[in-house]
């Protein structure tokens, strides 16, 4: 005696924003892009902050958050560069300002802080729990 269960998982992955959708990947981006807004440093006196700039791009099923500019690298390195194009590291650790925890590899600082609350919203999104 048995039986068999007919189902379309397709469906299912679709419906929680998974699978070929990106939805769930938007989300997930846009999680950690506002966890992480505090960390981002921000540009003295230019007005184009890029925390502020910052993109979620979508390309081929795949989700991205990027922080454009020139700038952005070497902000996330944390060491000042200089001379001409191709611009070089110092070796000197740049000095962040707008709050004590702007600065270097903001993403890896955030998630050390925060990570939990961003891997329970996502399972809160797609409708399933932590394990």
Known sequence: M?????????????????????????YLASTVKRLCDPYVPMSAGSGAHMKNRTEINESGGQVELRYPGPYAHYQYVGEVM?????????GRAIDYTGGPMRGREWDKRMMADRGDEVVDA??????????
Do not use: E
């Not at 048995?2 to 938007?26: E, H, P, Q």
């Not at 200089?82 to 110092?90: L, Q, S, V």
């Not at 996502?122 to 394990?131: T, W």
């Open 122 to 131: 996502l399972a809160d999104y797609v409708g399933g729990k932590r394990k």
């Open 82 to 90: 200089a001379g001409r194009a191709p611009k070089h590291y110092t």
């Open 2 to 26: 048995g039986f068999k269960v007919n189902m379309n998982s397709a469906a299912i992955l679709r419906k929680r924003g998974l699978g070929d959708g990106t939805k769930a990947r938007k």
